[in-house]
């Protein structure tokens, strides 16, 4: 038996958060009556409706996806947009993406229908490192940058500390790319912490997730996780 938010979140339709609320406004039904309750608990034999939709229970998929610039970090948009899930084509499962990239950024998202999972990678309590490669405006001394490793402050409150290098630079074009490494998941949050510090990101790029990368991918293509890559990343998330 699983409490009934739980079971919800899991299917993928929901985030536990926003599962608890269908619970509270009454957009649940379980054999067909509504439920309104938290705790309701319930088994595989259960039918369960959210939004008069059934709920059925998939074997749980992993996806890593190398999303490329120009292309929405969702499973659907109303202005007609490509999303990720345009990529994944011949999977029938219900994934949708853990976090999300900018429109314009390229580079790692992994996509599954496992809410548990999804959630414990995306919980700012979970500190598992994102590493980004920044093409940015300017030629910064690595001094320039020291603010990053205590934290900076964007939308009124200060980031985490963050490990950065320079990778390389050029004097004549005025530009550097630089490697930044955080755990968090603000909106925007690379590209304004490098503005704060005073180099704004004209490309951006996710090239590491925990452990995974992108060796041997191409944008817009994808690949299953493993079953030691997803314990791997739940190990990292504790």
Same mark, same amino acid.
């Given at each position: 038996?699983?409490?009934?938010?739980?079971? /919800?979140?899991?299917? !993928?339709?929901?985030?536990?958060?926003?599962?608890?609320?269908?619970?509270?406004?009454?957009?649940?039904?379980?054999?067909?009556?509504?439920?309104?309750?938290?705790?309701?608990?319930?088994?595989?034999?259960?039918?369960?409706?959210?939004?008069?939709?059934?709920?059925?229970?998939?074997?749980?998929? #992993?996806?890593?996806?190398?999303?490329?610039?120009?292309?929405?970090?969702?499973?659907?948009?109303?202005? !007609?947009?490509?999303?990720?899930?345009? $990529? *994944?084509?011949?999977?029938?499962?219900? /994934?949708?993406?853990?976090?999300?990239?900018?429109?314009?950024?390229? !580079?790692?998202?992994?996509?599954?229908?496992?809410?548990? $999972?999804?959630?414990?990678?995306?919980? =700012?309590?979970?500190?598992?490192?994102?590493?980004? /490669?920044?093409?940015?405006?300017?030629?910064? $001394?690595?001094?320039?940058?020291? =603010?990053?490793?205590?934290?900076?402050?964007?939308?009124?409150?200060?980031?985490?500390?963050?490990?950065?290098?320079?990778?390389?630079?050029?004097?004549?074009?005025?530009?550097?790319?630089?490697?930044? /490494?955080?755990?968090?998941?603000?909106?925007?949050?690379?590209?304004?912490?490098?503005?704060?510090? @005073?180099?704004?990101?004209?490309?951006?790029?996710?090239?590491?997730? @925990?452990? *995974?990368?992108?060796?041997?991918?191409?944008? @817009?293509? #994808?690949?299953? *996780?493993?079953?030691?890559?997803?314990?791997?990343?739940?190990?990292?998330?504790?």
């Amino acid at each position: 038996m699983e409490r009934l938010q739980k079971v /919800i979140a899991q299917s !993928g339709v929901a985030s536990r958060r926003k599962a608890e609320e269908l619970i509270r406004e009454g957009h649940v039904h379980v054999n067909g009556k509504r439920v309104t309750e938290m705790g309701v608990k319930v088994n595989a034999n259960d039918t369960i409706e959210v939004q008069g939709v059934p709920l059925y229970q998939e074997d749980y998929v #992993y996806f890593l996806l190398y999303k490329p610039r120009g292309v929405i970090s969702a499973v659907s948009d109303d202005k !007609g947009r490509k999303v990720v899930t345009d $990529f *994944l084509p011949g999977v029938s499962e219900r /994934i949708y993406p853990v976090g999300r990239l900018d429109y314009d950024t390229s !580079g790692l998202l992994l996509l599954t229908n496992d809410g548990d $999972f999804a959630n414990k990678l995306t919980h =700012p309590k979970h500190e598992v490192e994102k590493t980004y /490669i920044a093409k940015v405006k300017g030629v910064p $001394f690595p001094q320039d940058l020291k =603010p990053l490793a205590h934290g900076v402050k964007i939308d009124g409150r200060k980031t985490a500390p963050a490990k950065y290098r320079i990778i390389s630079t050029d004097n004549v074009k005025q530009t550097a790319i630089v490697e930044l /490494i955080i755990h968090e998941g603000r909106n925007h949050q690379v590209k304004k912490m490098l503005e704060a510090v @005073g180099y704004p990101v004209t490309k951006l790029k996710r090239e590491l997730y @925990g452990d *995974l990368n992108l060796h041997g991918m191409k944008p @817009g293509q #994808y690949r299953s *996780l493993s079953k030691r890559e997803v314990k791997a990343l739940v190990e990292l998330s504790k």
